[in-house]
Structures are given as structure tokens and as C-alpha cells.
């Protein structure tokens, strides 16, 4: 597909130098920025989708114990003593 844009021109001279510095031509450099930015967001809401449909249609109790479950899991499976979601701050942090 091919896209006209009208751009601003110091956007324009912005994009220009990035694209200079790492050898790329322009449209070549704005697609990579396009790419970078779209793909991610695409991938984000369809997780957050996904997410949102567990949510509406799940078993509560199964949830609150895939939770609990993956807390534990978490905080044993690290490097450091220190606990990601220490019993004392239950219902305050998370």
C-alpha cells in the first residue's frame, strides 16, 4: 500500500537524520518505526482481550487459586530471598 504523508517539517528533518544515522532510507526508517509501535499494541489488546474473556467467563474459585498458585510460584522460583508478594502486604499492594 502506498501512503502519503504530509509531515511537519522538522519531523520530516528528524526523521531524515535518524534514518541517515543508522543507513536506512526514510521510508524504509518510518516503517521500522510503524512496525515497532503497531505490532506491539495489536499483540497487547489481543491479550488483554484474552485476559478480559478468562475474566468474564471463568470459575471464580479456579481463578482465585491459578492466582495463588502463581504467587507462590513466583516468589520461590527467584534468585533473592527477598519475596515479590510478601504476606504482609496482602490487600495493600496486591
Known sequence: MALTLNLPPELEQY???????????????????????????????????ALQSWIDEGDTDEQQETGEYLIHALDEDRLSNRKLFPVELKGITW
Open 15 to 49: 526523521l531524515a537524520q535518524q534514518a541517515k544515522q543508522q543507513g536506512l532510507s526514510v521510508e524504509t526508517y518510518t516503517l521500522q518505526i510503524l512496525q515497532e509501535y503497531i505490532l506491539p499494541k495489536e499483540k497487547q489488546s489481543k491479550l488483554v482481550n
